[in-house]
């Protein structure tokens, strides 16, 4: 399976511009979990612009919409 890099681009709501990742899911994904994070992808666009992308922050997102 081919690299969908153009789309993957097209489609990743990523605000950080500089990321030689961006549109490298693989990369983008290996990346953030060799620091105990996850990618920009799933968090809401208020929460990616603040650039924390830990499990702490993203249990807190979720739990909280819940109640
Ligand atoms: S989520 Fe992280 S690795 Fe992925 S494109 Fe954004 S800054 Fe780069």
């Known amino acids: 399976m081919e690299c969908q890099l153009d789309a993957n681009k097209a489609r990743c709501p990523c605000s950080y511009e500089p990321c030689s990742r961006k549109g490298k899911c ?9 620091h105990d994070e996850l990618p920009a992808c799933v968090f809401s666009p208020e929460v990616e612009k603040t650039y924390d992308r830990s499990f702490a922050r993203f249990v807190q997102l979720y739990t909280s919409q819940k109640s």
Request: glycine share 0%; aromatic share 12%.
């Open 26 to 34: 693989c990369d983008c994904i290996a990346y953030h979990l060799k």
